[in-house]
């Protein structure tokens, strides 16, 4: 009986069986997809309409398929590996593997926060404090890098000039 039914199936090749047992004496063929049949479908266990006592299947056939899957267990663990890998996309039937985590890379310095040039960067005086915001009462510029030109000319005395603007500032500003 189960013979006829498997030849009847046109291709073996895409379908895996099963037995389940149905009861005491009596087990019933279970069909597996291999691959589902649209995109996006998962596979179905598709139990056929026949069943019938153990006796009457042939012992080829029940060897054959219970050597694919002796018991209910077996089939689910089958299905799920092979619902996994379907997931996985790969082809030849295995799942893809989960990257490794990417390595932690050492924090670099934005360029937003990065000095610029030290000569266009803000720029103190070594000798009277003054900076590019703050400059000396008459004015100065940049001689070098950390020195401007009232002290420059004046020998670093230019350091009075700052105090008292500043001293001015706060007493305007109060």
């Not at 039914?5 to 009861?23: C, E, M, Q, Y």
């Not at 089958?78 to 890379?105: F, T, Y």
Request: overall charge negative; proline content about 8%.
């Amino acid at each position: 009986m189960f013979k006829e039914l498997f030849d009847l199936i046109p291709d073996k090749g895409s379908v895996r069986f099963a037995l389940t047992r149905t009861g005491a004496d009596t087990m019933a063929v279970v069909l597996v997809p291999e691959f589902p049949v649209g995109k996006g479908e998962e596979p179905k266990l598709t139990p056929l309409s026949v069943s019938g006592p153990v006796a009457e299947l042939e012992a080829g056939f029940l060897d054959a398929v219970l050597a694919y899957a002796p018991d209910v267990a077996a089939l689910a663990s089958n299905l799920s590996q092979a619902k996994a890998s379907m997931e996985g996309g790969k082809k030849g039937g295995k799942a893809k593997e989960p990257k490794p985590d990417p390595k932690p890379v050492a924090p670099q310095a934005s360029f937003l926060t990065m000095d610029s040039d030290p000569a266009e960067s803000a720029r103190t005086c070594r000798k009277c404090g003054c900076t590019d915001d703050q400059a000396c009462s008459g004015g100065c510029s940049w001689v070098e890098p950390d020195l401007c030109s009232a002290c420059a000319e004046t020998g670093g005395t230019a350091t009075a000039a700052v105090e008292t603007a500043q001293q001015e500032e706060e007493d305007h500003g109060a």
